[in-house]
């Protein structure tokens, strides 16, 4: 394993102190603290009456997959809510979260639901405007929007960076293979898929998921740690849609992505510049390739792709309950006036 040391006296990798910079100060403004380990919230009938706690409707499991709801405390320094998902609560929450996907074929009765004038009906959701239908009904309906887009209410992304407290050194996983892809939405017909025909005809690419190579959830972190590149091809374009193919797959298994999405520039709002490789940098698949193999035989240039993890830690967002927390916190220390979001159709796509 190539191990990357913090040198003494410095702020960044040479060259990019100003760009590392500005990393760091977007860490410390959306780093989450999240934590896979912590306590789960109780999940009862009533809130505890020793104390005053905001009380959360979660309308519906999100593509009803349940989960514990857990202390949004041990995320943040706010105190935590009652999170329920009996809506019997529908007329006494402080709060309600939908589930776009969940809810975009029932707004009618959605919107003759009598609600307190207090109450924010909060707007979810984690899909691209590809993936979300209905759209048009969404508007004059919602508070507050939660998602993935940076200029959404409640900002919800895959993923993050925190700041480490110190410089550390970190560890390259042992690169035997070149390239990766792990796929389950095998759509002939999209971009992704197109560019990676293109692709395979220059550069050997080991593709996992349905239809393809087995790959257990339990093994793919291990298994792309092997590879010196990972294809983090979205199933859409979108403004800020970067999604845990990037955070998880490729980030948190130590290997290099290799982006395709938005544009570099929204991509560096999320991540400094020179850690990962983007498709739109090149003219063609075949020169792609020919600079993946280029860097796979330089150490030295393959390296400078981790040097940013000297001092900033990416992190994916685990699961549904950390992304509810968000809405805790978030009504907790931000003041709003009441507002109904009247073009949410037009402002997501």
């Not at 899909?127 to 759209?135: A, C, D, G, K, Q």
């Amino acid at each position: 394993n190539a191990v990357l040391d913090a040198p003494q006296g410095t702020v960044g990798p040479p060259g990019c102190q100003g760009t590392l910079l500005a990393h760091i100060l977007l860490a410390v403004n959306h780093s989450s603290h999240l934590s896979t380990q912590m306590p789960l919230a109780e999940n009862t009938s009533t809130p505890p009456k020793s104390e005053h706690r905001l009380t959360i409707l979660l309308w519906s499991w999100p593509f009803g997959q349940h989960f514990n709801f857990i202390n949004c405390s041990e995320l943040y320094g706010t105190p935590d809510c009652y999170f329920t998902v009996n809506r019997s609560w529908s007329q006494k929450a402080d709060a309600v979260i939908m589930h776009h996907r969940d809810v975009c074929w029932d707004t009618r009765r959605l919107a003759q639901i009598p609600r307190l004038p207090s109450q924010r009906w909060i707007w979810f959701n984690l899909e691209s405007p590809s993936n979300s239908p209905n759209l048009g009904a969404m508007d004059n309906l919602f508070n507050l929007t939660m998602s993935y887009r940076r200029d959404s209410d409640i900002f919800s992304p895959y993923g993050d960076l925190q700041l480490l407290r110190q410089p550390q050194p970190f560890n390259i996983p042992s690169k035997t293979k070149m390239v990766a892809w792990v796929v389950s939405n095998w759509q002939e017909g999209s971009h992704r898929v197109k560019y990676y025909q293109e692709l395979k005809k220059y550069i050997t690419v080991d593709v996992y998921g349905q239809h393809h190579l087995p790959l257990p959830g339990n093994k793919l972190l291990p298994t792309v740690s092997q590879y010196n590149f990972y294809l983090a091809f979205e199933n859409s374009q979108h403004e800020d849609y970067i999604t845990e193919k990037l955070w998880r797959n490729a980030l948190s298994s130590g290997t290099v992505p290799v982006v395709l999405g938005p544009p570099r520039k929204n991509y560096e709002h999320f991540l400094p510049p020179d850690s990962f490789i983007h498709v739109n940098d090149f003219p063609s698949a075949s020169d792609l390739a020919r600079y993946l193999w280029e860097l796979s035989r330089d150490t030295e240039r393959y390296q400078r792709y981790f040097q940013w993890r000297k001092w900033l830690k990416p992190v994916a967002v685990p699961g549904w309950a950390q992304q509810v927390c968000r809405a805790c916190h978030f009504l907790q220390t931000t003041e709003t006036r009441y507002r109904v979001v009247p073009d949410l159709s037009e402002w997501f796509v």
